[in-house]
């Protein structure tokens, strides 16, 4: 593994659902994030974690979920899937939270809720 | 508050000729900003980063950018086009408190032989 991995690439899922997006990296980063991209809108910050063990909301978090085990670890799970959660997900890292800081993207989740 | 706008959704230029992605901040400190360029059906990728050194940013594959606190711009450039750089580009402003990136709605670059 090199950088960040998400699985899986895509996938459809019917209304009501339950999903998990995984991300797992390998660069040791005390932070990550999990966003949405949508068109026309950029991409919005769902959650985030400063380090293992703690985990914020973001911009858009209702109907998100996230954990942080352990550093490397950070999936998104989505309880019961509605068709407005349609949308490439991507999740990020960065060696801290600093704003000084550059994050390191995956290659995103691209799902569909039917 | 932080917010980013770019300023055109779509530039489209011919192979050769220089490459202008406009980008206007709004942040109530001095601000990180960033560049980031998504190809079609892959991650971002940082072109460069501004963080209160030189004001004129030299990225990877030729791109710059020049922090402009008075415009409050921070322009994207280059001087010859390559078709490999057809792709979508964000322009980006660190938040304040946690290491929140706050994103423009992108421009997509479309490049023509």
């Known amino acids: 593994i090199a950088g960040i991995t998400q699985a899986p690439t895509s996938q459809i899922l019917a209304a009501g659902r339950r999903m998990t997006l995984r991300c797992t990296q390998d660069m040791r980063h005390n932070a990550m994030y999990w966003y949405r991209q949508d068109l026309g809108l950029g991409l919005r910050l769902i959650h985030y974690?400063?380090?293992?063990?703690?985990?914020g909301k973001g911009e858009v978090p209702d109907g998100y979920s996230v954990s942080r085990a352990n550093t490397d670890d950070f999936p998104l799970t989505l309880a019961s899937a509605v068709p407005s959660q349609t949308s490439v997900y991507f999740c990020?890292?960065?060696?801290?939270?600093?704003?000084?800081?550059?994050?390191?993207f995956g290659p995103g989740t691209r799902l569909t809720v039917l | 508050a932080q917010s980013v706008t770019q300023l055109d959704s779509h530039v489209s230029v011919s192979e050769g000729t220089p490459v202008l992605l406009r980008c206007n901040y709004s942040s109530s400190y001095s601000p990180s900003l960033f560049w980031y360029v998504q190809h079609p059906n892959k991650g971002l990728q940082l072109l460069l980063k501004y963080t209160s050194a030189a004001t004129l940013v030299k990225g990877i594959n030729g791109f710059e950018a020049e922090f402009k606190k008075s415009e409050t711009s921070f322009h994207l450039t280059k001087p010859s086009a390559h078709m490999s750089d057809a792709a979508e580009y964000f322009c980006?402003?660190?938040?304040?408190?946690?290491?929140?990136?706050?994103f423009g709605a992108g421009t997509r670059l479309a490049v023509h032989p």
């Open positions: 974690s400063n380090t293992a063990g703690t985990t």
């Open positions: 980006v402003v660190s938040g304040a408190g946690y290491n929140k990136l706050i």
């Open positions: 990020a890292s960065s060696v801290s939270t600093s704003g000084l800081n550059e994050q390191f």
